[in-house]
């Protein structure tokens, strides 16, 4: 159980345009998702926690007019790179968690975004 | 944001060989939780074993076990009997208690098993 589902796994875009990436899960609800941004051999940096029918927290440093985060479900939330240059390509994940006492994080796969 | 540390970039073990792995972290919580991580070459994040900060006993999952200190925030990975399929980094996670829940990941630590 706890399965989290990312999609797509890989995209390359052109810059200047919008990327949509979506996670889903799949046999649990989730009122809380959090996307996370990994660049090569580093840690994963906490972008925003996306709440069900509210807005997202973004963590300091993270432009919410770039990366917009909608979690209109339980069981959906999107992030979306908007006007994305070569410096937006990272691996970006997202997780949720069963929100009871110690449950951990569950993870999507990751999407590698590539900006030409 | 709560900051996780991990001093060992890199550390690499014999094969059934014991190796550690070491974690501190900055809180002002008394109440939180604490994770370990395993991230292969394919990126997927693997939970390794997790504690309660107010639980005294070492967590143990076969065999992976912890050495919580809490009043040092010390808490280290202990791997026993090592094998290949470990091969890995290992990222430290915190987990607040606050409303957003949030969970903080440190540096990592890329592990070696040489056969």
């Known amino acids: 159980g706890a399965v989290v589902s990312q999609h797509p796994s890989r995209v390359i875009c052109k810059s200047g345009t919008s990327v949509k990436i979506e996670c889903r899960s799949l046999?649990?609800?989730?009122?809380?998702m959090f996307w996370y941004r990994q660049f090569p051999k580093q840690s994963l940096m906490l972008m925003a926690t996306?709440?069900?029918?509210?807005?997202?927290?973004?963590e300091q440093g993270v432009e919410k007019d770039k990366f917009l985060i909608n979690h209109a479900s339980l069981t959906l939330s999107t992030l979306t790179v908007t006007s994305a240059h070569p410096e937006d390509s990272s691996f970006y994940i997202c997780s949720a968690r069963i929100t009871t006492g110690n449950s951990p994080l569950h993870f999507g796969n990751g999407t590698r975004l590539t900006v030409t | 944001a709560q900051t996780v540390t991990q001093s060992q970039p890199e550390m690499s073990v014999q094969e059934a060989e014991t190796v550690t792995l070491s974690c501190t972290y900055d809180t002002s919580e008394s109440d939180y939780y604490l994770f370990w991580y395993k991230q292969p070459p394919s990126r997927q994040m693997i939970l390794v074993i997790r504690q309660e900060a107010y639980k005294q006993q070492n967590a143990t999952e076969n065999r992976f076990s912890v050495n919580f200190q809490k009043a040092a925030k010390s808490f280290s990975l202990k791997i026993s009997d090592s094998q290949l399929g470990d091969a890995a980094m290992y990222f430290c996670a915190y987990r607040t208690s606050n409303t957003g829940n949030q969970f903080y990941f440190g540096t990592g630590t890329s592990l070696t098993v040489i056969p």
């Open positions: 046999d649990f609800q989730a009122t809380t």
């Open positions: 996306s709440n069900e029918g509210s807005k997202a927290t973004y």
